[in-house]
């Protein structure tokens, strides 16, 4: 039963990415851990590049330079 | 100075509700643990469905079958 | 399928206080919002009281002065 | 390589006020812990008013009355 | 620069399932979301069995009838 | 009434600096957004480095290159 939270920037993530990346997790916990699929749960968060940090600098800016 | 997140999927949730949820939780750890309501912390998240897996699906597709 | 996180201050809870807790939450979902108490999932994290901190200072001197 | 987050409620926090919170945070982990900028990643997270509850009730109610 | 929290119940997971655990993880941001691995951070929480709730019970009680 | 939790690694930090970052982290939310240190709560984790991961990689198998 595990739980796991998976936190990216928000940018442009697809719905068809999201389950691809919930369905890879759960199947990752059932094969090195033999945690029970049924039972695992997967949370997304998509923060804004305003809100996420990185070197002291947001994201927003990190961008901009690459 | 209990601090209690509750994240719950995105689905219609009204003010009224997540009042009534508040109250009962902070009530709750005082009743059961003797914690002082002045200073309980609870923040509800709501999660998109497409962000929420379990069983390795998100709800979003689950919800179609139900 | 709500996840819920508590996080109290280390302070010699103890396994039936817990227990009381979690079922407590999720009688709290389900009689508020309708969630199956099945997949509500309840995490308790005790914190010691060093690593805890409220008005800029750590419990464990808060605690001194009551 | 400390990780950071930080919960406000949202009320209108300027996208430079959040470059500052970042920076102040990343430099304090490197002042106090002696913590790598470059690794130090920082999570800022705004929380609904009807969302964040202390005493029991919800900030929205708590701002109608300050 | 995602940030992954697993939480687990602690029940005797070795150093080297947490390394593979790790490995898979931000491999599969890398494969399934383009993520870079040097700034890719895994943090696992162990969660005693007596702090993990789900169906209203702690996970001390439910390996007992398993 | 901000929430800010701070995860570092396990390698003996001392409750002295603990109370160092309690204080500069509610200091930092009054100087810059205004927040009362009265109701601001610092939650600090300390994971060990077996559990932490970057890069793909344990800290403690990092920290052995170091």
Known sequence: MP???I???RE???SEK???L???VTE???TTLGKNPATTVVVIDEVDT???GIGG???TELRKRQ
Chains 1, 2, 3, 4, 5, 6 share one sequence.
């Open 3 to 5: 739980y796991v939270n």
């Open 7 to 9: 936190k990216v920037t």
């Open 12 to 14: 442009g993530l697809s």
């Open 18 to 20: 999201k389950a691809e």
């Open 22 to 24: 919930i369905k890879g």
């Open 28 to 30: 990752l916990l059932r």
């Open 50 to 52: 305003d809100n996420w």
């Open 57 to 59: 600098e947001q994201v």
